[in-house]
């Protein structure tokens, strides 16, 4: 018996048996370690403070008036318990307004209210107040105009008629706006040297006769514009122009082909009748093919083809041009 209190396994038992007791009365006095769970409930219990960004609604006569001056979204800052908060940010199931019903025309000083934040958290709304304008409502149908940087397009294009859909839109914003408005416009902003069609979907604008953007709803608020841009073009004939022909030579000349597309603006086209092309005969001493690229007179910005191919034949000077084949 004895012996049996003097066992090793004994011993490390009883010393795990005494650890235990007292972890448990460290835990039971002093508050001692969470365990999961706790700490998982105490994360969602624990405050927590976000701001978030909403949307401010308007409570009016929207048939009758229109409203202008208040901010598009207001800040709200909850407080509360963690889970509440992070519930509430993700669902924004609440809304912010003003409520204009019983206001009058002209312009007030009102409240933002905010309904359906639970009752568990705090709140605070920036700004609380704001200044807004109440105005009759006022919609007409206007034309569409087109304006853009012509100069963009590249030297020897042409622009055609520019056209957008749809021609007419509706405006609706308050009486005194809608009446300032002297045209809807579609601003387009040309890429530089451009020697294509020109094709977007174009935000609108409404602007007043000293070219200030107001305050309006445009239905739609974008439009098509298409900008056609065209090069003119003329075929003439091609005139070979051989230049340093060796001595005791004598050479004829064929172009493939003969004749050449070009292309520019139509007041350079008409004072060309055929394309001079010089042709480097100095080192050419037997009949033989060269490629010559064509070298483009003012106003003239391309050619179909771009090179010419040329068969030069080549005979001594005492042999009879008729020879030569």
Known sequence: MKNFWKKSWFIRLVSLLIAILLVIYVNDTQGGFLTQGQSSRTKQTANKTQTISVPLQVSVDTDKYYVVGYPEKVSITLEGSNALVTSTVNTQNFRAYIDLTKKKIGGHEVKVHVNGISRQLSYSINPKVVHVDIQKRKSTTMPVQIEYNENAVAHGYTVGHPSVYPQQVEVTG??????????????????????????????LIALDHKKRQLNVVIEPATAKVTIPVSVAHK?????????????????????????????????????????????????????????????LPAGVVKSDPVQLGIDIKVANSNVKSEKIK
């Open 174 to 203: 308050a009486r005194s706006e809608v009446e300032q408005i002297d045209q809807i416009v579609a601003k387009v902003v040309l890429p530089s040297e451009m020697k294509h069609d020109y094709e977007r979907q174009v935000s």
């Open 235 to 295: 075929r003439v004939r091609v005139k070979l122009e051989p230049k340093s022909e060796q001595s005791g030579k004598i050479y004829s000349l064929t172009a493939k082909p003969d004749y050449v597309t070009i292309y520019g603006a139509k007041e350079d086209l008409a004072k060309i009748s055929k394309l001079k092309v010089p042709v480097d005969l100095s080192e050419i001493a037997v009949s033989t093919s060269k490629v010559v690229k064509l070298d």
